[in-house]
Structures are given as structure tokens and as C-alpha cells.
């Protein structure tokens, strides 16, 4: 079964790495980032881990929507030399992700290695003496509209 691997790099670089997203980096015959505007990149650089972008595509592409569409169908190309490992900051708030997993034939796999969120991130960067942040869960969230 083809397999795109989805690695979650955060916003840092690499001190907010997991080992699991390490190794996949380290290991990946086909590693694309989505921008090489991020701080990962200089990274994998200095480790001389190479990797391609998709960089060229937002000046080709007329609107994101388009962009994500043509994501997803250079890397189910990609495929046809092995599987591909696709590094974006957070998989959950990337389009491209999405769209990949609704265009991907079945005999596709997706799996997506997760990382500090950029949620996470930001929460940790909140003075605990300033404010209060509260979580709340979907359920709760419409009670407090």
C-alpha cells in the first residue's frame, strides 16, 4: 500500500522536535515541506536532510483552494517513486492535509505524526499571572456563547 506520511512540525525548529517526527525526517526517501519559510528548514539543512517545497506552487496557484488541490495531486504523483513524507507546521489546521485526505484513492495510506501544536505553543507563552486561559471542550463551548 503507497503511504504519505504527514509530519507536524510546529512553529519552532528543531527543539520542539519528537523523536517520532525526528526519525520519520531523518528516514524519509521523499521529504517535501510545504514552505521552506520555516524554521525547520534551516535545520534539516545543517543535518543535510534534503527535501523539496512546494514554494513555486503559491505563485503558479490563483487562490489556496487551488494551491491545496494541486498539494495533493503532486504528491499522490510522487507516489509512483515511493512513499513521500510532507512536513507542514500542524496538520490539523492545514487545508492541504484535508484535501489530501479527501482526494487520496483507498489504496493510499495517510498517517499523520503529530507535534507541539500551535496551540500548545501559544499556551505555553501565556504569562500564568496575567490571565486565565480555560479549555473548553465542543460541548461546553455553546453553552457560553
Do not use: W
Amino acid at each position: 500500500m503507497a503511504k504519505i506520511t504527514v509530519v507536524s512540525l510546529g512553529i519552532g525548529g528543531e527543539d520542539y522536535l519528537t523523536r517520532a517526527q525526528e526519525k520519520q525526517l531523518r528516514s524519509a526517501k521523499q521529504l517535501v515541506l510545504r514552505t521552506a519559510r520555516h524554521p525547520m528548514a534551516d535545520f534539516l539543512r545543517s543535518e543535510n536532510i534534503p527535501f523539496a517545497t512546494f514554494d513555486s506552487l503559491y505563485e503558479e496557484c490563483e487562490d489556496f483552494d487551488v494551491f491545496n488541490k494541486a498539494v495533493s495531486v503532486q504528491l499522490l504523483t510522487m507516489l509512483k517513486e515511493g512513499d513521500v513524507c510532507y512536513a507542514v507546521s500542524d496538520a490539523s489546521f492545514d487545508y492541504s492535509v484535508f484535501t489530501l485526505t479527501s482526494l487520496k484513492p483507498r489504496s493510499t495510506e495517510v498517517e499523520i505524526i503529530p507535534g507541539v501544536s500551535i496551540a500548545e505553543r501559544y499556551l505555553s507563552m501565556v504569562e500564568r499571572t496575567s490571565c486565565a486561559v480555560r479549555v473548553f471542550t465542543a460541548g461546553e463551548f455553546g453553552s457560553y456563547r
